[in-house]
Nanobody
Framework: VQLQASGGGLVQAGGSLRLSCAASGSIFSINAMGWYRQAPGKQRELVATITRRAITNYSDSLKGRFTISRDNAKNTVYLQMVYLQMNSLKPEDTAVYYC?????????????WGQGTQVTVSS
């Protein structure tokens, strides 16, 4: 499985960004996809996940501002494209955001990683 993330950039506080992650290869094996982020000097943290059945979970601190979704138009059976809509961004959201996928659950740790995409929120 290969994961291609895109959509990062520079935005002012209060603004929005949407990240995209496209999966290719053996996508039939993916049960969950999601996003992690790592800020400078901090550990990587799980931001949001979505399963093949569209069950979503979020970091408690981000609920209400971030929304993860899948592109059902692209593939209704397998996870192939997921998005992370980020609203009301804060400077503390500045981090490298990584797309990840798992054959089981991301809470067990990803099986696949995409490259990171930088999100910078200016104050």
């Amino acid at each position: 499985v290969q994961l291609q993330a895109s959509g990062g950039g520079l935005v002012q506080a209060g603004g929005s960004l949407r990240l995209s992650c496209a999966a290719s290869g053996s996508i039939f094996s993916i049960n969950a996809m999601g996003w992690y982020r790592q800020a400078p000097g901090k550990q990587r943290e799980l931001v949001a996940t979505i399963t093949r059945r569209a069950i979503t979970n979020y970091s408690d601190s981000l609920k209400g501002r971030f929304t993860i979704s899948r592109d059902n138009a692209k593939n209704t059976v397998y996870l192939q494209m997921v998005y992370l809509q980020m609203n009301s961004l804060k400077p503390e959201d500045t981090a490298v955001y990584y797309c990840a996928a798992s054959t089981t659950s991301l809470y067990r740790g990803p099986d696949y990683w995409g490259q990171g995409t930088q999100v910078t929120v200016s104050s």
